[in-house]
């Protein structure tokens, strides 16, 4: 069965403090591995697609990068406006997603 | 933004009655998702629908049934509310244009309260 864990659960940090999220994962056969950030009352917004082991994608202040275990998603200098539910899925089977209950970031000026 | 839209974005509803949350998109693409999302669960399908008239059975689907007439919608029905359907319900969409490997695309949500 595939699964997905994130942590932490809560994650506070001030602004500019850098910090990483982690997704540990296990999955038959990863054909890859999504990125999500969903504000409050919002749906989640893609972020990321990662493929496989060694691969690394950069937006902004994020980059998102990608062992044959984890992922981590790096935040480089956050300001509060990153603050937000940060979720990881992988897909295995075909055409599904399993998710992770995800990280809650807050970003405090 | 992915052209997704969902209805109604809000509802409270009494247990043991029918209730039928729609979501439309615009993008003309191949797939549609519905998810629930509980706190401490993340987000788990419910259904899925790979084209028109072409759907099967996630991971939590009893309780739940799924149409699609059309390509750009997709209707989720709870033949018979339960407190346990009280949720937020998320549809979403891809198009893996021949590569198996895709991105979901998610709509604002519905807020499902069963009484």
């Known amino acids: 069965e595939d699964q997905v864990t994130q942590s932490p659960e809560a994650l506070r940090l001030q602004e500019g403090e850098s910090s990483s999220l982690n997704c540990s994962y296990t999955v038959s056969g990863l054909r890859g591995l999504f990125w999500y950030r969903q504000d409050p009352g919002k749906g989640p917004e893609f972020l990321f697609t990662l493929y496989s082991a060694g691969e690394e994608k950069e937006k902004e202040r994020l980059k998102a990068t990608l062992t044959k275990k984890e992922s981590f998603l790096h935040i480089t200098a956050p300001k509060p406006e990153d603050s937000a539910t940060y979720l990881c899925a992988v897909q295995g089977g075909f055409q599904k997603l399993v998710f992770g209950t995800g990280t809650r970031l807050l970003v405090s000026p | 933004d992915a052209g997704i839209t969902q209805s109604p974005r809000h509802k409270v509803t009494e247990t043991g009655t029918p209730v039928t949350l729609r979501c439309h998109q615009t993008e003309n693409h191949r797939y549609m998702y519905w998810y629930r999302q509980d706190p401490g669960h993340g987000l788990r399908l419910i259904h899925y629908?790979?084209?028109?008239?072409?759907?099967d059975k996630g991971e939590v689907s009893d309780g739940y049934s799924v149409s699609r007439s059309k390509t750009e919608d997709f209707l989720l029905t709870l033949e018979s509310a339960t407190s346990s359907q009280t949720s937020v319900y998320f549809c979403?969409?891809?198009?893996?244009?021949?590569?198996?490997?895709?991105?979901?695309?998610f709509g604002p949500g519905t807020r499902l309260t069963v009484t």
């Open positions: 629908s790979y084209g028109v008239k072409d759907t």
């Open positions: 979403a969409i891809s198009d893996p244009a021949g590569t198996a490997i895709y991105e979901q695309y």
